[in-house]
């Protein structure tokens, strides 16, 4: 289901209503800060564990957790797998007929063609031997057909219901721009798109690394725009501080690296711009997709230029990573196609051309004045 479509909810009202446990795994504490926030926020009783909290808070959740006090109980997959302590909690209470439910948020991690695979997503394979009997729901916005094929594969699930909708989010407007190769010429445009289209707007701009996340959040404080950097090695009370700042409207623009990236809900998002390159069409999708969540329009720019897309391919490991920027540098240089064609299409997703309506730079602004050269002979 696209981002911003209502996924969570699938679980949380279940989990709401049943007197039983829910067990979610999700990837990234950010994330799992959101989905709390929100639960609270309608008095559902929910908890988090994670390595990365205080001793004294571990155990409180944990008693909570024997005494049957939580209806969602959220860890990392990390957690999961490592924690045994948590694991013979689990199959206490699994023994005692006390879980509801197992959820794997971001379900495209399991596989290792998903574009965010994370290793110990593959140790929740043993969620359907340990836990016989209890019901598995997996959750994503960004899963191709073979990722699909390789989530069954990996959670051994036997003919399992498959409930898909379009990917289309007719809301958000997408836009690639040439990126200046000057760094401050660079920065100096995301400041006009915020200072001209933007102004006192919420907004995500991703960026490759820390360094340039603190540069740019640096230029445009110069400028007076509320910005804040976040990347994963900032420590976790200060990204929970940035976060928190951030969702209540302090901070109005958050640079951040992909670490802020997976479910994050903030429904006001009017822009989302990359200031680096995407590594795949299925991160685009994934970061677009916190814009313009409430419904309203807003605006997914992709700043590019091929010296960026050239350091990119450089870093790539092996063919599927060659493969996802390729993609890319497909969706950047093409110069007619409907940019949700292109997204669409990817997915293996039906395309309808009323499913634009002029929300993408090509529909709204055609091009003919151009020629085309096929280099295929030269490169053969």
């Not at 929970?240 to 951040?256: L, S």
């Not at 822009?271 to 069409?281: G, N």
Request: include cysteine; glycine fraction near 4%; charge should be positive.
């Amino acid at each position: 289901m696209p981002t911003g479509g209502g996924k969570s909810l699938i679980y949380q009202l279940p989990a709401a209503m049943s007197q039983n446990l829910t067990i979610v795994i999700s990837p990234l504490i950010a994330l799992i800060q959101d989905q709390l926030a929100a639960l609270s926020k309608f008095g559902v009783d929910s908890a988090t564990l994670n390595s990365e909290m205080p001793p004294g808070e571990k155990k409180n959740v944990m008693k909570k957790l024997t005494d049957k006090k939580l209806k969602i109980i959220l860890v990392t997959p990390e957690f999961f797998a490592r924690s045994k302590n948590f694991m013979n909690k689990l199959t206490k209470l699994h023994h005692e007929s006390c879980i509801n439910l197992f959820v794997i948020d971001e379900v495209h991690c399991c596989s290792q063609w998903g574009h965010d695979f994370r290793p110990d997503y593959q140790t929740l394979s043993l969620i359907k031997t340990q836990f016989s009997g209890v019901p598995l729901l997996g959750l994503t916005a960004t899963a191709t057909v073979d990722v699909l094929v390789d989530i069954q594969k990996m959670l051994d699930l036997t003919d399992p219901v498959i409930i898909t909708s379009p990917y289309n989010r007719p809301n958000l407007y997408y836009k690639v721009v040439h990126k200046p190769d000057n760094v401050q010429d660079a920065q100096t445009l995301v400041y006009n798109f915020i200072k001209n289209d933007f102004a006192n707007a919420t907004g995500i701009i991703y960026a490759a690394t820390s360094n340039e996340c603190d540069q740019l959040t640096t230029f445009l404080r110069k400028k007076n725009i509320k910005a804040v950097p976040y990347y994963a090695n900032m420590s976790s009370e200060a990204k929970n501080k940035v976060h928190k700042k951030w969702f209540t409207g302090i901070y109005k623009v958050i640079v951040a690296t992909i670490a802020f990236g997976m479910g994050i809900d903030k429904s006001d998002v009017r822009f989302v711009i990359h200031f680096s390159l995407p590594k795949s069409l299925e991160s685009l999708y994934q970061e677009t997709g916190r814009a313009g969540r409430n419904g309203l329009k807003a605006h997914c720019i992709l700043m590019y230029n091929l010296f960026d897309w050239l350091k990119a391919y450089a870093y790539t490991q092996n063919t599927k990573e060659e493969n996802s920027i390729t993609q890319i540098l497909k969706y950047c240089t093409d110069i007619q196609t409907c940019r949700r064609k292109l997204i669409s299409e990817y997915f293996d997703d039906t395309w309808r051309a009323l499913d634009c309506l002029k929300m993408c730079d090509h529909c709204s602004e055609p091009k003919e004045d151009f020629i085309t050269y096929d280099v295929q002979p030269c490169l053969a």
